[in-house]
C-alpha cells in the first residue's frame, strides 16, 4: 500500500500569508500522481503534491503541467472535476471519507460518504473556509503546455462529521487524483493505482495511506 508522510508545519495561516504556507509546501516532499487511468490517447498530464498539516488543517499544493488548462467555475460546490481539477480524498476510520475536488483558480466541491453513490454535500460556509492561492503560467505560445500551481488549506471544520482537533501521530486512508471530464484531452490520473474497468476515483479499497508526523 503506498503512504505519503506528512510533517508538521508550525505557525497559524490565513489568506493574508498563504504565501508563507505555499514556500514551505514547496520545500516539502513531492510525491507524483502517475497512474494514467481509462484512457489509451497517450496523454499524459504531469502532477505531484506535497502534503503537511498545521494546528487547524491540512495543507496541500499541486504542482500541473498539461496542455490544456480549462478554470470555469468559480462558486463552491460547482462541479469542478469538469475543469481541469485536482482531487484529494481522505476517510478517518469509519468507512467513509471526503471527496475534496478543486479546479485550477481553488474553488472547491467537498462531500462525503461511502462511496460515489448518494453523497452528501458539505455545507457552503465550510467549503468556503477553505482558503487557496492559485499560479497559473499560460505557456501555449512556448512549448504547448500550461504549469499552474495550487496551495490549499483545508480547515479540521471542513470535516463536519468528525471533531478533529489534531492529527498529529493518527494515521488515514487517502488518494489523489488529477482529471478534466470536458478538457479536450479527458484524463484519469491517480496517486494510488486504481484496479478497475470503468472509471471510478471513488473505490476506498484502492486508498493509500497517510502518516500524519
Given amino acids: 500500500m503506498k503512504e505519503v ?38 496523454y499524459f ?34 462541479p469542478v472535476y469538469k475543469d481541469s481539477c485536482v482531487e484529494f480524498f481522505i476517510g478517518f476510520g469509519d468507512g467513509q471519507y471526503y471527496n475534496l475536488e478543486f479546479n485550477a483558480l481553488g474553488t472547491a466541491l467537498v462531500g462525503f460518504g461511502k462511496d460515489r453513490h448518494g453523497r452528501t454535500p458539505v455545507p457552503d460556509d465550510q467549503v468556503s473556509s477553505i482558503k487557496a492561492l492559485s499560479n497559473i503560467n499560460w505557456a501555449e ?33 487517502a488518494n489523489f487524483f488529477k ?17 478497475n474497468p470503468v472509471p471510478d476515483f471513488h473505490l476506498s479499497a484502492f486508498f493509500g495511506t497517510i502518516k500524519f508526523i
Fill in 179 to 195: 482529471c478534466g471530464d470536458d478538457l479536450p484531452e479527458p484524463h484519469f490520473v491517480s496517486w494510488s493505482n486504481i484496479n
Fill in 5 to 42: 508522510y506528512a510533517p508538521f508545519i508550525p505557525g497559524t495561516y490565513n489568506k493574508n500569508n498563504l504565501d508563507e504556507l505555499s514556500v514551505w509546501l514547496e520545500k516539502g516532499e513531492k510525491y507524483t500522481i502517475d497512474n494514467l487511468l481509462w484512457t489509451d490517447t497517450g
Fill in 45 to 78: 498530464p504531469s502532477v505531484s503534491f506535497s502534503i503537511a498539516h498545521t494546528g487547524d488543517g491540512i495543507a496541500l499544493k499541486y504542482f500541473v503541467k498539461e496542455q490544456h488548462t480549462i478554470a470555469t467555475y468559480k462558486t463552491v460546490n460547482d
Fill in 141 to 173: 505560445n512556448t512549448d504547448g503546455f500550461n504549469t499552474w500551481d495550487l496551495t490549499l488549506l483545508v480547515p479540521f471544520d471542513v470535516f463536519i462529521y468528525h471533531d478533529i482537533k489534531t492529527l498529529n501521530g493518527t494515521t488515514s486512508r
